[in-house]
């Protein structure tokens, strides 16, 4: 592959999701629903006080995204990081240009690589800013006081946010393994709606099996156990050893999703 190639073809591609409405209001939601979530428990009296940090959300801003962290891993991550990427290549199929696009001087391989960076990118940015608006509704609406850890330490708000700010970046690499998952879905099936709906459906799956009783190390092959590696990011002392396998599992889901979905649109009969 030429790099100058996959990089047109990224940039084409960044530029379709930039005008399509999905991508649009799933960003727009993004922003909004912090902001929402923030003023809803600014003026009720009850709190949801059997999640993480669910106490302190009248009372420290930075448990604000702390709680949108928890709740976002059940359904918000896959959907967000599948919008675009369950889209991408089904999108062809449904508008029948796979053939036109192939006769242009990029091959499949180049196609595949600037589409899966484009799902990627889509993935990284949506995730970035619903943690820079979880921040920003919790300093907004609560305000920035000091915040209790799970440890009950009392975090200052420099130190708070340092921690807040590492504890969503723990929920990239699963959210990626999320959008490689679409992007498989969106090769394998040739359909946008089950390129967003099965890693939703897996995901919530995957929640369920981690309620039940089973053997710890299959839990740790679940995708969706590596959302809550931030945990030890809010203990003192803080331990790591989650986080660092959590990223392990992630980009096994990545390399694994993204070989086999390269491997079927190789195959793939275009004219069929």
């Given at each position: ?24 209001i ?31 959300v ?17 359904w ?25 696009v ?28 619903l ?50 998952m ?68 992630s ?19 275009i004219?069929?």
């Amino acid at each position: 592959m030429r790099m100058g190639r996959w990089l047109t073809v990224t940039s084409v591609e960044c530029a379709k999701v930039s005008a399509q409405a999905v991508a649009r209001i799933a960003l727009a939601l993004s922003i909004a629903g912090p902001f929402a979530f923030a003023a809803a428990m600014r003026v009720q009296t009850s709190v949801p006080a059997d999640t993480l940090f669910g106490r302190s959300v009248t009372e420290s801003g930075f448990a604000i995204p702390l709680v949108i962290l928890g709740f976002a891993a059940l359904w918000a991550f896959p959907v967000l990081t599948s919008v675009v990427g369950g889209d991408l290549f089904s999108s062809e199929d449904r508008h029948g240009t796979w053939s036109s696009v192939l006769t242009r001087s990029c091959t499949r391989g180049e196609i595949f690589a600037g589409k899966v960076i484009t799902a990627l990118a889509f993935a990284t940015v949506a995730v970035s800013v619903l943690a820079a608006s979880s921040v920003a509704a919790g300093v907004i609406v609560v305000g920035q006081r000091p915040l209790v850890d799970l440890s009950g330490v009392l975090r200052e708000p420099a130190e708070a946010l340092t921690r807040v700010v590492l504890a969503w970046a723990t929920a990239l690499p699963p959210a990626l393994g999320f959008t490689a998952m679409a992007v498989l879905a969106s090769i394998a099936t040739r359909s946008s709606a089950a390129g967003i709906g099965l890693p939703v459906v897996i995901g919530l799956a995957m929640q369920l099996c981690t309620l039940l009783d089973g053997p710890e190390a299959i839990r740790r092959l679940l995708l969706t156990a590596s959302f809550g590696a931030w945990h030890g990011l809010l203990a003192e002392p803080p331990y790591y050893r989650p986080l660092i396998h959590g990223t392990i599992v992630s980009s096994a889901y990545v390399a694994v999703c993204l070989t086999l979905a390269y491997r079927l649109l190789q195959r793939r009969d275009i004219g069929g």
